[in-house]
């Protein structure tokens, strides 16, 4: 007899999949979390928000060797090195070091938009010369989609971001790809599809798990506090739809972003939500919630290496069907701090 449809499968293989957006940090934190992300992913997009930021060639190659070492060696992982953009981005060091195969993408940090981005972006006249020498020389511009100005909204801060600062950028730079980091709206998701080719969007695992609720479910929770910050459920759902249409503009990139628990659990907590150890078992959970596990592969291990113009990895990975089974803190080594790893309020039915 053929099994009913409601039937899950036990197991779920899928080509190894790659992250396009992660923070691995450096020294002992980078000591503590690069094992985390290697063991779900094969290559990683490493944001280059560390103090001082990775701006030049040889800081992003030298970032890129410390990452290696802090991998254990029976894991296979490629960090992939993205350029800080400041004003005044100098266009010859970006277009070198494309050509020398250190930096995949540059990164747009509007200045004070998020943790780490002091030294960001202005105004995007500060960057025209930068962003003309990354269309010719074929590389992609990572955008944190947030304006800036305290006057808007915190929750409307992606949304008029993609009127006042996307959209004239993409006329303006006609050969750029460009993705979307982090949608965390509707809007977001509009956005991208209506430039098929050229915009690329990431979703992350916690704003496919959670509404801005959340953050405040029987007092405030700071483990659930992330930029762009989590909006309304009608914003989640279509962000579950979007990754899960199949649609090859939209690809895995979990944003984990891990502070010390002591960082986050004060009077002016970080933003960031460390995600590594429970990514891929979270976004499994998604996508079979949305009977959608079918187009898991795609998301996680086919869109991203397409619109980077990269091979599909030839490794896969295989997830049980049992309860998530991560632990609930990773401790930093060398003194007595941990980092809380995220776990949705939702239960979660894959692991490893
Ligand atoms: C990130 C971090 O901690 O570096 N935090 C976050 O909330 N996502 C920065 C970022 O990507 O915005
Ligand atoms: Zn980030």
């Keep these: 007899m053929a099994p009913p449809l409601t039937q899950q499968p036990t197991t779920l293989s899928i080509r190894r999949p790659d992250d396009w957006h992660v923070h691995l940090r450096d020294g002992p ?23 001082p930021p990775v701006t030049k060639v040889a800081e992003a190659a030298a970032y890129r060797e410390r990452i290696r070492r802090a991998v254990p060696a029976e894991l296979e992982f490629e960090p992939l090195m993205t350029c800080y953009l400041t004003d005044g981005a100098d266009p010859a060091e970006l277009a070198r070091g494309k050509e020398e195969g250190v930096w995949v993408a540059s990164k747009l940090y509007p200045a004070h938009a998020t943790t780490n981005s002091a030294h960001g972006v202005t105004s995007m006249d500060a960057i025209a010369r930068g962003l003309e020498a990354m269309e010719k020389a074929g590389m992609p511009l990572l955008v944190h989609g947030e304006v800036t100005d305290p006057e808007v909204d915190i929750f409307d801060r992606e949304a008029v971001f993609l009127d006042k600062v996307l959209a004239p950028l ?183």
């Excluded at 094992?35 to 990683?44: E, I, K, L, S």
């Excluded at 303006?172 to 991208?192: A, D, N």
Aim: hydrophobic residues 40%; contains cysteine; positive net charge.
């Design 170 to 352: 993409i006329k303006r730079h006609q050969g750029l790809k460009i993705v979307l980091e982090h949608i965390t709206t509707r809007e977001g998701v509009q956005f991208v599809e209506a430039h098929p080719g050229r915009l690329g969007g990431t979703i992350t695992p916690h704003h496919l798990s959670y509404n801005r609720n959340a953050l405040f479910k029987g007092g405030i929770r700071p483990h659930f506090y992330c930029l762009p910050i989590a909006k309304r459920e009608e914003h989640r759902l279509a962000l579950r739809k979007a990754a899960t249409s199949g649609s090859p503009q939209f690809f895995l990139g979990t944003d984990t972003a891990p502070h010390t628990a002591d960082t986050k659990e004060c009077a002016c907590g970080c933003a960031g939500v460390f995600n590594a150890p429970v990514a891929m078992q979270v976004y499994a959970q998604v996508f079979m919630e949305e009977s959608a596990l079918d187009k898991l592969e795609a998301f996680a291990s086919l869109n991203g290496p397409r619109f980077y113009g990269l091979p599909a990895n030839e490794a896969r990975i295989t997830l049980q069907a049992r309860p998530l089974d991560a632990p609930e803190r990773v401790e930093v080594p060398g003194g007595n701090k941990s980092i809380v790893v995220f776990r949705p309020d939702t239960p979660v039915g894959w692991s490893f």
């Design 29 to 51: 934190m980078l000591a503590a979390c690069a094992v985390h992300t290697a063991r779900q992913f094969a290559r990683g997009i490493i944001m280059p928000n560390l103090v």
